[in-house]
C-alpha cells in the first residue's frame, strides 16, 4: 500500500508563487517515476510535470518555464515549485506515483490563482 499526501496550496494574486510538496509513505526512489496532475472545474484531469528517478524531468507545454519539480530534502518527498502563476493555473493539483504498473495518487490540494 502506498499513501501519498499533498500540501502547500492556497490563494495567490497573478504573477505570485506557491510550492507544492508531496509526501510519499515510503523512499521515492522506489518509484519508476513521480508527477504531478491538475484538474480545473469541468476539465479533464492534465498531466504537469513528471520526474523519473533518474531524475530526468517532463513538463506540459503550458507550465515550462514558470514550474519546476524536483525532490526535496527528505527522501520521501517531491516538491512542484510555481512561478508567475496565472489564473488559468487554478486547480485540485493531485500527487501521482508509478511502480511498474500501478499507479497512485493523493487526495490533492487546491490552488487558487485570483486577484
Known amino acids: 500500500q502506498v499513501q501519498l499526501v499533498e500540501s502547500g496550496g492556497g490563494l495567490v494574486e497573478p504573477g505570485g508563487s506557491l510550492r507544492l510538496s508531496c509526501t510519499a509513505s515510503?523512499?521515492?526512489?522506489?518509484?519508476?517515476?513521480m508527477g504531478w496532475y491538475r484538474q480545473a472545474p469541468g476539465e479533464q484531469r492534465e498531466l504537469v510535470a513528471i520526474?523519473?528517478?533518474?531524475?530526468?524531468?517532463t513538463y506540459a507545454d503550458s507550465v515550462k518555464g514558470r514550474f519546476t519539480i524536483f525532490r526535496d530534502g527528505p527522501e520521501n518527498t517531491v516538491a512542484l515549485q510555481m512561478l508567475a502563476l496565472k489564473p488559468e493555473d487554478t486547480a485540485i493539483y493531485y500527487c501521482?506515483?508509478?511502480?511498474?504498473?500501478?499507479?497512485?495518487w493523493g487526495p490533492g490540494t487546491q490552488v487558487t490563482v485570483s486577484s
Open positions: 515510503r523512499n521515492i526512489f522506489d518509484f519508476n517515476d
Open positions: 501521482t506515483a508509478r511502480i511498474l504498473r500501478n499507479t497512485y
Open positions: 520526474i523519473n528517478v533518474g531524475g530526468v524531468t
